[in-house]
Antibody, heavy 123, light 107 residues
């Protein structure tokens, strides 16, 4: 059964770089958009950006200057880097899969999510 | 950005109750609306996609409907395992946005 497993550092100091990775197990990256989403305490979900297996990315414009999303198709993994973090970046971060229209899975919906990584930014 | 306004923020209900949660989009999103269930410590789970299509494996007591820019998630008979937070999400715009969530609590 396909599942997403994510990992990365959970405690950062202000100005450091957040780095998370999500592995896709039991399935392929091809035919999907691979997304990062976060939820700050007491707030709603925020979409951070997406990438496909070929490396074409689409970040949320509000974070584009600090976000880098990359993919390693050989390892079936994709990653998120968020530079210069502040307390406002404290959140639970999720990876999620979305099918491309006409290609794989359910298009235009996040049909599979990682378990979430709690990231705290504190001095 | 497309704003998704979800209501109510929370509700209390009993097992067996019919529960309705609403999401309103700030502009047309056609039927590009999805519903998710989220329990603490778990990954969010897709329930309904494309406004009214039931995800595989999801019980038929969950249903979705749409009227213009208003979307509704209905649980026909609330079960103990349904106590969770539910949120909507639009996929009409590349910049995906979410509703604030509705927490369904035990009455």
């Amino acid at each position: 059964q396909v599942h997403l497993q994510q990992w990365g550092a959970g405690l950062l100091k202000p100005s450091e770089t957040l780095s998370l990775t999500c592995g896709v197990y039991g399935g392929s990256l091809t035919g999907y958009y691979l997304n990062w989403i976060r939820q700050a305490p007491g707030k709603g979900l925020e979409w951070l950006g997406e990438i496909d297996h070929s490396g074409i990315t689409n970040p949320n414009p509000s974070l584009a200057s600090r976000v880098t999303i990359s993919v390693d198709a050989s390892k079936n993994q994709f990653s998120l880097k968020l530079r210069s973090v502040t307390a406002a970046d404290t959140a639970t971060y999720y990876c999620a899969r979305e099918g491309k229209p006409g290609l794989s899975g359910i298009s235009d919906a996040f049909d599979l999510w990682g378990q979430g990584t709690v990231v705290t930014v504190s001095s | 950005d497309i704003q998704m306004t979800q209501s109510p923020p929370s509700l209390s209900a009993s097992v067996g109750d019919r529960v309705t949660i609403t999401c309103r989009a700030s502009q047309t999103i056609r039927n590009y609306l999805n519903w998710y269930q989220h329990k603490p410590g778990n990954a969010p789970k897709l329930l309904i996609y494309a406004s009214s299509s039931l995800q595989s494996g999801v019980p038929s007591r969950f249903s979705g409907s749409a009227s213009g820019t208003d979307f509704t998630l209905t649980i026909s008979s609330l079960q103990p395992e349904d106590f969770a937070t539910y949120f909507c999400q639009q996929s009409y715009n590349t910049l995906r946005t979410f509703g604030q969530g509705t927490r369904v609590e035990i009455k």
